[in-house]
Each structure stands twice: as C-alpha cells, then as structure tokens.
C-alpha cells in the first residue's frame, strides 16, 4: 500500500525566507507525484507535479520541487515565501497506472508573518 | 464549464441520519474519488471509481456507499451518520492525458456536521 508522510506539520516563516517542505512516501512501484495547496477556505489547487525525466519540476508561483528517487522524497521548496503564500500544503503519491487513488499526506500549514 | 460541482456545501446531520453528497463534473473524466479531510489527518480517499458503473474502496471506506450509474455523477451516501463522519468532503475528477501524470480537479468541499 502506499502511503505519504510530511514531516512539517505548522511552519512559521517570516517574509523572504526561504522554505522547504519534506515530503516521503512509501511505495515499491513507479509513482506519480504531486503537491497541491489549499489557500484558507478553498479547495485544492496544484502547485506543480513529476512524472518522469529531470527530477527538478518547477511549479506555479515559484515553487519548486526535487524527486530523490534513493530516498523516495519530493521536497517542495521556494526561496523567498511571501504573506500570500500562507496556506495547507499537500503532497501526495499516485501509482501509475492507478489514475484516481491519490494518496495525500497530512499537510503542512505555513504560516507567513508579514 | 463549471468543472467539478458538488452539493449541498454545509450540512448538519443527527446521529443516524442518512444522507447523499452529490458530485457532478461536466469535463468527460474517467475517473473520480471521494476524499474527507480532518485536521491533521490531511485528505483520505474514501471511495473512488474508474469508469461508469466500477467503483473501488479507497483508505477508509466504512461507513458510505457510492455508485457511478454515469460518467457525470458520483454520489456518495452515509449510510447512518455517526459524529466521527464529521469532517469536510471533497470530490475530485481525474483524466490521463496523452502524456504525463494524470491531472486532478476537485470541487469546493461539502462540510458536514453530525450531532
């Protein structure tokens, strides 16, 4: 079975911080992976997503993440947050060839102090 | 094209009551899924389906039914709510594109109150 860990549960960053959120998942097969946010009473949005090829995907809003395959991560990173990026971060895992079973993580909330 | 539409947004609920989310999406996507999500638990996959009339269980299906009698709609039912069933719903329809991971879109959540 699969399954997402986040290690971050409530991250409080000052403005042009920069900020990485970790990301692990457990899984034998070849994975699709995603990070989607979740702005205060929205629903979710996704940011960016690897699939295959370079392992550094770029996503919206300068965001960016790194597949470490040997480690089965998928950190999200951007180098200078702003206040507008305060939000619930999620990742989450798909099997390929399981198109509509993703498996999310329990979310990150960051918080960020003008 | 109003994407993925899911009804009512609030409910409140006594304990035993049964009641249906309703899912509508209007963009021809194969597949769709039901997720509930709790503070700190993030989003789990309640129930999903792969095409009209297959569906499949998701982490923590107990508790709800659903069915895909059609392509457009994904219903899903509690069957005698119970306040641990309080949380916020979301549904979400997926296709796979011709290259590429498979691309999500959910809709604005249905939250639920059981009493």
């Known amino acids: 079975a699969q399954s997402v860990s986040q290690h971050n549960h409530h991250v409080i960053l000052s403005e042009a911080a920069s900020l990485e959120l970790g990301c692990n998942y457990s899984y034998g097969g070849t994975v699709n992976l995603f990070w989607y946010v979740q702005y205060p009473g929205q629903h979710l949005q996704l940011l960016l997503k690897?699939?295959?090829?370079?392992?550094l995907v770029k996503g919206i809003k300068g965001f960016e993440a790194e597949f470490i395959k040997s480690k089965f991560s998928f950190n999200l990173r951007k180098p200078s947050v702003q206040w507008s990026d305060t939000a619930e971060y999620f990742c989450a895992v798909n099997a390929r060839g399981n198109t509509g079973k993703l498996i999310f993580g329990q979310g990150t909330t960051l918080q960020v102090k003008p | 094209n109003a994407g993925v539409t899911q009804t009512p947004k609030f409910q409140v609920l006594k304990t035993g009551q049964s009641m249906t989310l309703q899912c509508a999406q209007d963009m021809n996507h194969e597949y769709m899924s039901w997720y509930r999500q709790d503070p700190g638990m993030g989003l789990r996959l309640i129930h999903y389906?792969?095409?009209?009339?297959?569906?499949d269980q998701g982490e923590v299906p107990n508790g709800y039914n659903v069915s895909r009698s059609t392509t457009e709609d994904f219903p899903l039912r509690l069957l005698s709510a119970a306040p641990s069933q309080t949380s916020v719903y979301f549904c979400a329809s997926s296709f796979l594109p011709g290259q590429g991971p498979p691309e999500a879109f959910f809709g604005q959540g249905t939250r639920l109150t059981v009493v």
């Open positions: 690897y699939f295959s090829g370079d392992p």
């Open positions: 389906s792969v095409g009209a009339g297959i569906t």
